[in-house]
Every structure is written in structure tokens, then in C-alpha cells.
Nanobody, 127 residues
Framework: QVQLAESGGGLLQAGDSLRLSCAASGRSGRPYVLAWFRQVPEKERTIVAAIGMSGGSTYYADSVKGRFTISRDNANNTMYLQMNNLRVEDTAVYYC????????????????????WGQGTQVTVSS
């Protein structure tokens, strides 16, 4: 089992920056692939960004490319999402997720591919 815990959400204004953190623990403290998803009410959870084991492979949704940066610190079992130039449409609950296996673009698109999830952290961006 892997336990994930997000932190860093909050209430911000458009154009602000924010960094989310996801701490991993449990029997496997270093999952192979980590990802951030987000969800708004009555909508499906969607991929924001994902990162492979070494950090060399990453994926970003088109809506966040150039604004968000995913990274991981394997020594401290922590993943980050640096969010810059936030927009109102970035408002959502952000979840971190983990799965074993190799990194692939197709393999990170669906939340169904990830068996481990954090509890979520709310990010609200106002205009």
C-alpha cells in the first residue's frame, strides 16, 4: 500500500503562483509514476501532469503547458506541482496519484490507471 497526502492548496487571485506538495509513504515509498489530477464538481477527474520514476519523463495537459511544472524529490518521497500564472479555470480539487510500472503518455491519461490517491486539496482562483 502507498499513502499519499497533498498539501498547499488555497484561495488565490488570477496571475498568482502556488506550489502543491504530495508526500508518499507506506510499504513502497517511491512509486514508479506520480501524477496530479484535478476535478471540478460534476465533472470527471482529469490529468494535469505526470512524472516518471527518475523525473526525466513528464506529461502536461495542454491547458497547463508553460504554466505548471511537475517535479519529484525521491530522497524525500515528495512530488510537487508549481503552478504559475493561475487562471480562474484552474479552480478545482487537486489530487496526487501513484502507480507502479513504466511511464507512458497513454498510461497516465486515465485516472483508472492509478490505484493510489491522496485525499485532495482545494485550489480556488478568483478573478
Amino acid at each position: 500500500q502507498v499513502q499519499l497526502a497533498e498539501s498547499g492548496g488555497g484561495l488565490l487571485q488570477a496571475g498568482d503562483s502556488l506550489r502543491l506538495s504530495c508526500a508518499a509513504s507506506g510499504r513502497s515509498g517511491r512509486p514508479y509514476v506520480l501524477a496530479w489530477f484535478r476535478q471540478v464538481p460534476e465533472k470527471e477527474r482529469t490529468i494535469v501532469a505526470a512524472i516518471g520514476m527518475s523525473g526525466g519523463s513528464t506529461y502536461y495537459a495542454d491547458s497547463v503547458k508553460g504554466r505548471f511544472t511537475i517535479s519529484r524529490d525521491n530522497a524525500n518521497n515528495t512530488m510537487y506541482l508549481q503552478m504559475n500564472n493561475l487562471r480562474v479555470e484552474d479552480t478545482a480539487v487537486y489530487y496526487c496519484a501513484a502507480k507502479s510500472g513504466s511511464f507512458s503518455y497513454a498510461g497516465v491519461l486515465s485516472p483508472k490507471s492509478f490505484p493510489y490517491w491522496g485525499q485532495g486539496t482545494q485550489v480556488t482562483v478568483s478573478s
